[in-house]
């Protein structure tokens, strides 16, 4: 069977040293602009996953801890699956970040999912900026050539 292989700017990252060190790889194109888009549209969605969990949360009576785990545990799968929508079925997030749930606090005080927010949002402007770049240079290009074929001034 022939093959093709296209470039479409999928990188790989390695997340908490990868499988070697207990974390996992995530795969996505930095500068795919659906991406980009998925991933400003989860920010609402998650805060309002943790505001329904802290309610829920305050409603529980203290001692009942495993109801609390149980939140917890919804919480991390449905925020889960909304990252997998994000950045594509084939990065499975319990496996990358090795199992931790989004929901816990990290040793910086923060949750996990906090925390991956902050280092994918930077890879993230960027490819969004470098695609708008080439989309610019593209138009210069399309009005220089459209110049150039009415023999506008050079």
Do not use: H, W
């Amino acid at each position: 069977m022939e093959q093709l292989n296209i470039d479409t700017g999928v990188r790989s990252y390695a997340i908490n040293g990868g499988p070697e060190q207990g974390g996992g790889i995530l795969r996505f194109n930095p500068g795919d602009p659906n991406v980009y888009s998925r991933f400003l549209e989860l920010g609402p969605k998650l805060e309002e996953l943790e505001r329904r969990v802290a309610e829920e949360g305050r409603a529980m009576p203290e001692e009942d801890g495993e109801a609390a785990l149980r939140l917890l545990s919804r919480a991390d799968r449905s925020a889960k699956a909304m990252l997998a929508e994000v950045f594509g079925p084939g990065n499975d997030f319990d496996v990358i970040l090795g199992g931790a749930n989004l929901m816990a606090v990290a040793s910086n005080g923060e949750r996990v999912i906090t925390n991956l927010f902050a280092a994918l949002q930077p890879i993230l402007e960027q490819g969004a900026r470098s695609c708008a770049e080439q989309r610019a240079e593209a138009a210069v290009e399309q009005a220089d050539a459209r110049r150039a074929a009415r023999g506008d001034g050079e």
